[in-house]
């Protein structure tokens, strides 16, 4: 997402055409969820616009359509996935193709997973969300997962809700995270390279930033490790996600200092009466 509402005047500026915003992201972070791509699959020369407003080093993470995790289950969408993976071509090893399971899909529909993982193309680098509570309870489930996301060097994507759900909502965009958002246990184990994180917060900033303290850890530990992260930051509303993210990579950082730095924003004009 690089289109947000409340980011024009604050993040980018406030007379950038839609085709651009993307660029003007790229300024404040070097990756991005693509979440329309759950939606609609976008065209080629979309994509490939998308490619040539960031540099090689920017990271996109791009949702598979619901047809295929949420309507198909991942099974019958050989049409779908060929016009998909033509689609976003364009990133080329930039893109992380992940695959945002519902919470119906259980540790019965392991065998699921790993066909429709063996079935994509070598080379393309793929990550699951899965959000049945089996996964996380039950270590006999979790372990087969594991085994099937390894088969495929795969990435296990945790979306860690726990700071959220610790007190009852306060506002009217918590109230609405909290009927949709999965309440799952945190999860800190990477299995490849290139872990993913995805991280909730609220709409207090000092409760956010304290929650994602242990995420700060373990992040500089993977570093340590050689391993290169990628760590989404959202709160209810995300109006500040950008400001956020940068906050937490300055965290990390002070714990691995050879980390390099974020790319420095451009500054965006303050909005004008006239």
């Known amino acids: 997402m690089w289109t947000h509402k409340a980011w024009p005047g604050r993040f980018l500026p406030q007379s950038v055409p839609a085709g651009e915003r993307l660029r003007a992201y790229a300024g404040w972070c070097n990756a ?3 979440n329309t791509t759950f939606y609609a699959t976008p065209a080629r020369s979309t994509v490939a616009a998308w490619a040539q407003q960031t540099d090689p080093g920017f990271r ?3 949702k598979l359509p619901k047809v295929v995790t949420h309507e198909r289950r991942l099974a019958g969408v050989e049409a779908e996935m060929r016009a998909f993976l033509d689609a976003v071509e364009p990133l080329g ?3 992380v193709l ?3 399971l519902p919470g119906s899909f259980g540790p019965s529909d392991v065998d ?3 066909r429709f993982l063996r079935r994509l193309p070598a080379g393309r680098r793929r990550a699951v969300e899965v959000r049945h509570p089996g996964f996380f309870t039950d270590a006999v489930s979790a372990a087969r997962l594991e085994a099937a996301l390894a088969d495929a060097d795969a990435e296990w994507v945790p979306f860690d809700t726990t700071v959220f759900f610790r007190n009852p909502p306060t506002s009217e965009a918590e109230r609405e995270a909290w009927t949709r958002k ?3 246990p945190r999860r800190t184990r990477a299995l490849t390279g290139r872990p993913i994180v995805r991280y909730l917060g609220r709409d207090s900033v000092d409760e956010t930033v304290e929650g994602w303290q242990p995420w700060a850890a373990v992040v500089a530990d993977w570093l340590r490790e ?3 992260p990628t760590v989404f930051l959202h709160t209810p509303d995300n109006d500040d996600a950008p400001a956020l993210a940068r906050r937490f990579h300055d965290d990390v ?3 691995v200092p050879g980390l390099d730095a974020l790319p420095e924003p451009e500054p965006v004009e303050p909005a004008t009466l006239f």
């Open 253 to 255: 950082r002070a714990l």
């Open 32 to 34: 991005v969820e693509g």
């Open 60 to 62: 996109f993470v791009v």
């Open 98 to 100: 992940w695959a945002q």
């Open 226 to 228: 050689g391993r290169s």
């Open 112 to 114: 699921a997973i790993r």
């Open 182 to 184: 999965p309440r799952l």
């Open 93 to 95: 090893e930039r893109a």
